[in-house]
């Protein structure tokens, strides 16, 4: 699909927010100036990554959400630390967690690093079916973590193996 039969397609539906996510977007070369053509036109537009693709050449316009993987994913070493400094106040932080490893490892990176301070929001997520989030909301409790609990509602509102939505 061409630029402009996605810009043609966006219009269609008459939104003024477009979410670009899916795999991961920074892959694909032609998402930066497709970012561009909808912040010109008006239109909110966030970003879902994975973190480990350099955010440096995302427009500042662009709302980014960006995942820190945990070890339960088996993708933690694959976060570029760089972008963290690269988020700013419109910007949120996401970590899916497995189980208490999971949530300790992202409270050292709260530590360590402080992307609380910078960021929007910083979304503690449980992962669908393995992690009760009851018990991820008493862990963040306990230690009063500034930190928001995040249910993944698509996996509710749709069966969890159900894609596209």
Same mark, same amino acid.
């Given at each position: 699909?061409?630029?402009?039969?996605?810009?043609?397609?966006?219009?269609?539906?008459?939104?003024?927010?477009?979410?670009?996510?899916?795999?991961?977007?920074?892959?694909?070369?032609?998402?930066?100036?497709?970012?561009?053509?909808?912040?010109?036109?008006?239109?909110?537009?966030?970003?879902?990554?994975?973190?480990?693709?350099?955010?440096?050449?995302?427009?500042?316009?662009?709302?980014?959400?960006?995942?820190?993987?945990?070890?339960?994913?088996?993708?933690?070493?694959?976060?570029?630390?760089?972008?963290?400094?690269? &988020? +700013?106040?419109?910007?949120?932080?996401?970590? $899916?967690?497995? *189980? !208490?490893?999971?949530?300790?490892?992202?409270?050292? #990176?709260?530590?360590?690093?402080?992307?609380?301070?910078?960021?929007?929001?910083?979304?503690?997520?449980?992962?669908?079916?393995? &992690? +009760?989030?009851?018990?991820?909301?008493?862990? $963040?409790?306990? *230690? !009063?973590?500034?930190?928001?609990?995040?249910?993944? #509602?698509?996996?509710?509102?749709?069966?969890?193996?159900?894609?596209?939505?």
């Amino acid at each position: 699909m061409s630029l402009d039969d996605i810009l043609a397609e966006v219009d269609r539906h008459d939104c003024d927010t477009v979410e670009l996510t899916g795999g991961e977007p920074l892959l694909q070369k032609e998402v930066y100036p497709l970012m561009q053509h909808l912040l010109d036109r008006g239109k909110t537009v966030l970003l879902e990554t994975g973190g480990h693709v350099s955010l440096a050449q995302v427009p500042p316009a662009v709302h980014t959400i960006m995942d820190v993987k945990c070890p339960g994913s088996g993708e933690a070493h694959t976060t570029d630390w760089e972008n963290l400094d690269r &988020l +700013d106040a419109n910007d949120e932080l996401k970590f $899916v967690i497995k *189980d !208490r490893a999971d949530y300790d490892y992202a409270c050292d #990176v709260l530590r360590r690093h402080s992307p609380q301070h910078r960021v929007a929001a910083v979304l503690f997520s449980p992962v669908h079916g393995v &992690l +009760d989030p009851r018990t991820l909301s008493e862990w $963040v409790l306990a *230690d !009063r973590l500034p930190v928001r609990v995040q249910l993944q #509602v698509h996996k509710y509102i749709w069966s969890p193996e159900t894609r596209g939505v």
